[in-house]
């Protein structure tokens, strides 16, 4: 039904077009850090630079990461960035990562494609990658009031690291997990209750 894969960097209007659409949804003012106006008066070159170095194709030792999923039809309906955060690098509110992680960032799905099992797709296809580049620790910043995204992430086996942030749009917690879920690897260890699936496929927006 999806192809979730890496945008290429030649694919920069398209992934641009997909955060705008993004930006647009309703539940965008809780859900990211950056608004629909200022991403829209981003330079092209801007959009071009973010595919390049987010993309399946981009040089050297990767960071960051966009995945996508594309409908039988070639339609983009949801989007998900991987950031690979070191330890020492700037903390969300203040203090320093304390160890390598890979963050999620710009989650969104069309709200016409949620509830169907793509969510839990898009982040495996980030786990692999994740796996890929040696990383065992995964994290992401969710607004507290963001009922379901907290939710979907629990759903997937993350849970509450402790660290909460009061940001300009609210406050935000900290969710984590190990990238491998049979593994001990990472602050949290196994996650009970959780069976993490077998990737299927190949296996964004600023950090906050
Ligand atoms: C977050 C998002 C990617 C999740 O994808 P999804 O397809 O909606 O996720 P799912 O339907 O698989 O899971 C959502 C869970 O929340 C539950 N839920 C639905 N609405 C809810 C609400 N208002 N409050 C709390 N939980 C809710 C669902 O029942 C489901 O839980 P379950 O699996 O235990 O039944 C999607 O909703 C989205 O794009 N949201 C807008 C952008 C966003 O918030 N991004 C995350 C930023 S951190």
Redesign the pocket.
């Known amino acids: 039904m999806y192809d979730i894969r890496p945008v290429r960097a030649e694919e920069w209007r398209e992934s641009r077009d997909l955060q705008l659409r ?1 930006l647009q ?1 309703e ?2 003012a ?3 850090f950056e608004t629909y106006d200022e991403a829209l008066v981003k330079p092209e070159e801007e959009w071009r630079n973010w595919a390049k170095m987010a993309g399946s194709d981009a040089e050297g030792t990767p960071f960051i990461r966009d995945f996508v999923a594309v409908t039988l039809f070639g339609e983009w309906v ?1 989007t ?1 960035t991987l950031l690979i955060r070191m330890a020492g690098d700037p903390e969300l509110g203040g203090g320093t990562v304390e160890t390598d992680r890979g963050e ?8 016409q ?8 797709r ?1 982040v495996e296809a980030g786990m692999s990658w994740l796996a890929d580049n040696a990383i065992s620790r995964s994290a ?4 507290e009031e ?10 997937v086996g993350f849970e509450r690291t402790g660290l909460r942030v009061v940001e300009s749009k609210g406050p935000e917690i900290q969710l984590g997990r190990p990238v491998r879920l049979d593994s001990s690897a990472g602050l949290g260890g196994a996650v009970g209750g959780y069976s993490a699936p077998q990737a299927t496929s190949r296996g964004p927006f600023p950090a906050p």
């Open positions: 993004a949804d539940d965008a809780v859900a990211f949801a998900s999620f960032i710009g989650v969104w799905i069309d709200p494609h949620r509830g169907q099992g793509l969510f839990t898009l992401l910043w969710v607004h963001n009922g379901r995204a907290r939710r979907a992430f629990e759903g």
